[in-house]
């Protein structure tokens, strides 16, 4: 141990060649404490630096494998292996934790014990989702124990224990204690919520982890009480002067977002620059690296240390945060996916008069869900302004089609009948599934909600089988809609695409994960375009971006690929034109006391009735709402109600019509770069995030004016499902 120089000695031993066991060992050891030194130098000076201790032998184990046993006081050896057998204690210990390893736990191996369990933990890491990494805590104070184990398992290398960063170790009499320091500066590190009893010291290891425990979470109270106390002061006087347009300082923004996931990540940081460039300031709060972790202590610490007058969070409601925040603070959620935090009764009636949430499907969750009205702002899909070159050429594809929608038909009827447990509903959804198929083979399509519900009800009466009876219907048609019916049409626009590039000699390149296993279009598959700068460029140097989805057009991909220099040819969907043309209509042929669609009804001239009436339709065929003009009335964001620009130059509804728009565009780079040059000032004008920002907190801002003292002061009462 006197020199170190273990990375010399293991080179000097492998020279060597010889194959017996006790050069094994020491070259096991070199490499390992080579491996020490290089990515843990404090726990390899714990390990150079513990007093001699002979106590510990490496003997024979079951299974042909050698295992670290302890020598006690009246000299008889005990193996640390349970039942002498290593292999079959790692798989009863690993049994008892698979619940915990497969939801993505923290664990902590209090004790190496024979060394076994630590290295597979390593090379068994579960596959959680978004790719986030399981960690590990393994503590052992006897720093001898810990150099028997490295004479036996080779821990070095990308999969072993010493070089993975989600592995943390703590070795040596001050184990416990290095733990609780690293654990209250960081309060972001996982902390364990199980422990693994390797080692002789284990159960004073789990006290002391206790008593860590405890400590921070009496942090967290203190963050909590100081927040608190910042605000009290935050009244509707004091929030209309902040929220205003002239406040007496600048306004403070709390961001929260995760680095495991891209889009969230993007839309929080370009959201708090859109904060910023409306003179707020911004703190985005979000793990440091990949093997840190956003917890209530986490936010109660940025709570109180940036003391926010505002907290903004994608996809999450303020009672998910066990009363971190205030009731009385603004908690603005927007949610751009619906998921089952959100979409639940008991996430409505959660919402108080200072929870805003920002969505384009109010109605839908006011409906279904009990969110107040008040307590909705309306916000679809925002867009960053990027830097742009002065010129470019478009020399990469003629057409080019970005999704990750590449399952196949049949792969995608038998996912979603695969969630159907209940026997009887899976059949009738096996014979939707497989008739909706047919139905876009032949060229047809499913293009709104209505539309799937009233081809879901033709085959219940076909079987005599009322599906409401049998599964929950809103999740039922939430997993129709999507992936199901959004991947079949995509894709058959996609297929009058590529037949189009066909006939006419053009190049078709299709970015996204996936379309290389997709047999129809794998030939097209260019790989994976990465968000911004790269995905920026592809877009400006194709001549034809396609954007082909069976919801509103406005959507993220058109409008980062607008604001980037993109020029699009848009598949033709009623929503892109039927809320506008009625907020159109509405606002030209009634004057302001008309508030409902049936004043309207009353008031409209024989002549206009025909059209009004179709207008009235296609609306409620498209949004579920009992009073058309009563909504299009109180949209108060106008300028959003505006049909996008060239929307007829660009919208193409079946084959022949995208074969002529294709040609009209393709050879034509002045048509091309005229009309993207028109709807990109529109997304300039209306979808940026500095523009919704702005109107958002102005929305707040008198929305907080009109509380009543009554009203804030009793729980928000949850509007009826």
Known sequence: MRAERWAEAADAIAALGVADEATHTRLTLCRNLAALQAYRPAVYRAIAEAPENDCYSIIPAKGGVKTVALTQADARLVSLSGGNDPGASVQHIVGQLAPTIRAGQPICLAGIGDGYLLDWVAKNPPALPVGRPHAIVMIEPDARLVL???MLHDYTGENGPIEQKRIRWYIGAS???????????DVMLPFPTITARLGLQSKEIDARLAETMLEANRMKDRFIAEYAEYAKELTAEKLAELLGPNPPR????????TRFSTVLQFATRDSADAFRANGWDAHVLIEPSPHHAINRIA?????????PDVVFQLDHLRHEHGGVFPANVPFVCWIQDHLPNLTRIEAGQSITPRDFVLTNREHVYHKDYGYPLRQCIYLDKATRVPPMPASWDQDLHDLTFVSNCSREPKDLADQLVAKISNPIAANVIRRFADRTIERYDAGESLSTATEIREALSEIEREQGVELCKLVQMDQLMSAISHPFNDYLYRQQALRWAT?????????????GQGWEKNAEFAQFARGYAGYGEELEDLTRRTKINLQIVPFAATHQRLLD?????GFFLIREHAVNRIPAELTAFVEKHFDPSVQTTEHALRVISHQLREEFERLLGGYRRLIDVNDPVQRVRGFKERALAVKLPDLDEVCFSDRGSFRARVERFIQDRSARDAVMQTQRQFVMERFTYQAHIERIVDEMRDRIVGESTDEFCLPAKPQAA
């Open 148 to 150: 028997a184990c490295l």
């Open 499 to 511: 037949e189009t590039a066909r006939e006419m000699g053009l190049d078709i390149g299709l970015y």
């Open 250 to 257: 600048k306004p403070r923004v709390l961001l929260m977002t």
């Open 561 to 565: 690929g607008l604001i980037c220099g």
């Open 299 to 307: 936010i109660a610490q940025a709570a109180a240390e940036f003391k």
């Open 175 to 185: 184990a416990c204690e290095d733990l609780k320091r690293d654990t209250l500066a």
